[in-house]
Each structure stands twice: as C-alpha cells, then as structure tokens.
C-alpha cells in the first residue's frame, strides 16, 4: 500500500533546496561526466561538517575508479534528516526517485518497503560475502521476510558528553560520571559566566536525545527499551524522576536554544562559550572539522548512567524499485558496502564503520575508543537515533518534547509521552 501524504510546504521547499544543493556539490566534485556518462543521485541530510566531508569522500572514492558513472549529491538540511524525508516521500510518490538514499536502519527505513518502494538487497550481501561481515542485530534491523532492505554504512553513538577541554583545564573541572557531578560542574560554570550545556533543538529531536540519555541513567538499557516497545507505562517513579533530572538540566542551557540547531550549539563548544554538549558522535567528525584535536581540544565521556551502555544510531542506505540505471545503482550500492568507502567515510564522519572487517589503524582516538566500547558495553537501539519505534511514534515523542521545554508541566509531558505510546500498542 502506498504512503499517502499531501504535499507540504515544506517538501515544496525541501524540493528547491535539494536541486540548489545537488547543483553545488556537482560544481565543487568537478566529475561531471557530460551527457554520455549516467547520473545517478544520492539522498542524504549530509550537509554540516564532518558528515559532509565523509559524503563527498566517498563520492570522490567512487568517481575514481567509475567515470562513466556520475552520482550527484543531493543533500537537503535540516530537521535532523525530516526535510530530506519529505523530498524522499514527494519523489517516490511522484516516480521519480533517487538511484539511493539514507534513512535510520529498521523501521524508518522498512516504512518505505511497507509502502511498496524499495528493492531487495540480499543478492548483493550474498555476492559480496557481506553476510559474514556485517552484525547479525544489523542485518536484522533492516530485513523482512528474509529478505534484506537496507545497508548498514556506520554505527554511531547517541550518549556521550562532548566537552571543551580547555575549558574543563583551565577551570579545573573533570567531565561528570553521574548527574550530582554533572550539576556541581554546571553550578560552577555558570558562576563564571560559561553556558554549561549547549542545546539547540530548534529540532525537538535533539532535546529528545537528551531526555533519553538521562532515561537510561535512571531506568537502564532494558527498562529505557520497554517503554519505546510499549511494555510499560511512562507514569513511574522512575520516568517522573527523569522528567525532573531533565528540567534541572534545561535551566543550564543556552537561552536561544529554540533557535538554534545541533551545530549552531556545537560551535557553542567550539568557541568556549559553552563547555559541554550532549549529542551524538558525529560531533566527534564536526570538531574536526573546525581542527580541534581529540584529547586536545575536546574530550568526551558516556551521559551518567549506572551500567556501561551503548546507544545505537545506524544510518542505512535503501535503493528504490524503477529507478531508471538499476545496474549502475547497483554498483554504487557495491562500493558502499566495501571496505574502502566504509574507512573512507567512516573517518570523516566520526562514526565506526558497520563492516567488523574494516581495518581501524588509521581511524582516530575518538573512533577506536568507540569500537572497544561496541564491543563491551550494554547495546540499546536509541529512539532519538530513528531505529526504535516507527516514525510516527517519534514524532508523536518530539511534540511531546517540544511544548515541555516550553511550559514545564510534568504531568501533561507524562500524559502525552502514553498517547504515543498508544501508537505501538494500539490501546
């Protein structure tokens, strides 16, 4: 059945923006191959920093050893991947759509093959022995009835604390390792006039990370799965107690935290106007970016929480039904999947590469210490990360989030957070 939406202002908007963009980054690759070559388009929300510079690298990968096959960079911003999404929806219901896409690994992405749109991937994990060397929970976000829906390219990391390092030295804090430190380090700071904690959710998504960093703290990996699956109900103890944690937590914020987005609040950390941020480790790829070292300039530490725990976000390629170079998209999809366009991008992007048979010598200090943690910490697919529930759910979740940092009413907050509940349970 397929997704039946109206067209909105924002995929009109989004529309104009994705031709604008794909027309730029054409420009600056300079590999245009003329009319004899195919075009192909990726569909990304790649377009701040690190992220950006991971995208063009493997494009410029690619083009190197494919001439004759041109893929145009067709990255909207904005709303943490939401405006890319609405183009997404508009052109695959118009039949006209990208050779490739991006979308969170599991339900963001399977929505598209409920709908009717996308075209199985097994054949290529079986030619290319990918099987063997992708996570078998990986494999599994992104299949339906045996058969495979999506290409894992990273795993990211939602819950950590970015901090500025000179900053912490030069005032002689230590990051946190529970929150009555995290509060005792954010008293200190705004006594000498630094924004303890940079927020921008001018996207309700990022405060929605947040909240979800200090539900683990509070309820575990398990019992923070429980509630996104529908198991529990949001008026426990335990929740209320986080709703509080969290209140607490927005009054060390930035004022204009409405308006900003998660790299405006970045360049907060940056600039030392703010010493903390709590965002996902693509932040690590943004740093870098702006030539801030790790260990150097900044620094990191997992969000307090009682058990070592490893918040999964998975950006996941699909490639659509009747698209009009199937075979030329389908080497694309190859050469994504292979060793060099994972270290490639990986690198730049700040994430770990979703291949276990990538070699992380070359990676950064940020990059390798992630992977030791993926191999030993509590694993949990974040909510905020896109792959716990279906999006409808999340939405619901970011509506919720959205009028609580406003008006601060806990009781309505809890009340809202079950009525979107209801959409996983049905009651």
Same mark, same amino acid.
């Given at each position: ?59 410029? =990968? ?19 991947? &939401? ?13 006209? @759509? @990208? ?5 969170? =690994?599991? %339900? ?26 992708? @996570? ?27 901090? $500025?390092? #000179?900053? +912490? ?6 990051? %946190? ?5 995290? +509060? ?13 904690? &940079? ?44 709703? #509080? ?8 914020? $930035? ?22 941020? *709590? /965002? =996902? ?10 030539? /801030?070292? %790790? ?8 969000? %307090?929480?009682?058990?070592?725990? +490893?918040? *999964? ?11 009009? $170079? ?15 366009? /994972?270290?490639?991008?990986?690198? #730049? ?23 030791e943690d993926f191999k030993e910490a509590k694993l949990y697919v974040g909510l905020a990360g896109g792959s716990a529930t279906p999006a409808g759910h999340i939405a619901k979740v970011d509506e919720a989030m959205n009028i609580f940092v406003t008006q601060k009413?806990?009781?309505? +907050? ?10 996983i349970t049905g009651n």
């Open positions: 059945m397929k997704l039946v939406k109206k067209l909105s202002i924002l995929a009109l908007f989004s529309i104009m923006l994705s031709t604008i963009l794909a027309a730029c980054n054409t420009e600056e690759t300079g590999k245009d191959t003329g009319s004899s070559g195919t075009k192909l388009e990726i569909l990304s929300w790649w377009t701040a920093g690190g992220e950006a510079e991971a995208l063009n690298a493997v494009l410029d =990968g690619f083009a190197e050893t494919n001439p004759d096959i041109k893929v145009e960079n067709a990255a909207v911003a904005g709303g943490a991947g &939401a405006n890319s999404q609405a183009v997404l929806s508009t052109r695959l219901q118009g039949g006209d @759509p @990208p050779a490739v896409f991006q979308a969170q =690994g599991g %339900p963001d992405l399977l929505r598209w093959h409920d709908a009717g749109y996308l075209d199985s991937l097994t054949k290529i994990y079986e030619e290319n022995g990918w099987l063997e060397v992708f @996570p078998e929970e990986l494999i599994k976000m992104n299949t339906v009835d045996g058969e495979i829906y999506g290409l894992p390219l990273n795993i990211h990391r939602n819950n950590v604390i970015w901090y $500025n390092k #000179k900053v +912490f030295d030069d005032n002689g804090l230590e990051p %946190p390792k529970n929150f009555d430190e995290f +509060f005792e380090v954010a008293e200190t700071l705004k006594e000498k006039g630094i924004t303890p904690l &940079a927020l921008g959710d001018k996207n309700p998504r990022w405060a929605t990370l947040v909240f979800e960093t200090i539900l683990l703290d509070k309820l575990g990996a398990d019992g923070t799965s429980e509630l996104w699956t529908g198991e529990v109900d949001f008026d426990t103890p335990e929740v209320r107690e986080a709703v #509080k944690t969290f209140e607490k937590l927005l009054s060390y914020t $930035n004022e204009n935290h409405s308006a900003l987005d998660w790299q405006d609040a970045a360049e907060l950390v940056v600039s030392g106007k703010a010493a903390m941020q *709590i /965002m =996902g480790d693509w932040q690590s790829g943004f740093f870098e970016s702006k030539n /801030m070292e %790790p260990n150097v300039d900044y620094g990191w530490v997992q969000t %307090p929480s009682k058990e070592k725990v +490893f918040s *999964i976000v998975n950006d996941s390629m699909g490639m659509p039904k009747d698209i009009s $170079n199937p075979e030329e998209a389908r080497k694309f999809v190859e050469y994504l999947g292979s060793t060099e366009a /994972m270290k490639n991008f990986n690198i #730049k992007k700040g994430s770990i590469p979703a291949r276990t048979d990538v070699d992380m010598s070359e990676f950064g200090e940020y990059s390798k210490a992630a992977a009413d806990v009781d309505s +907050f809890i009340d809202s957070l079950n009525q979107a509940r209801s959409l």
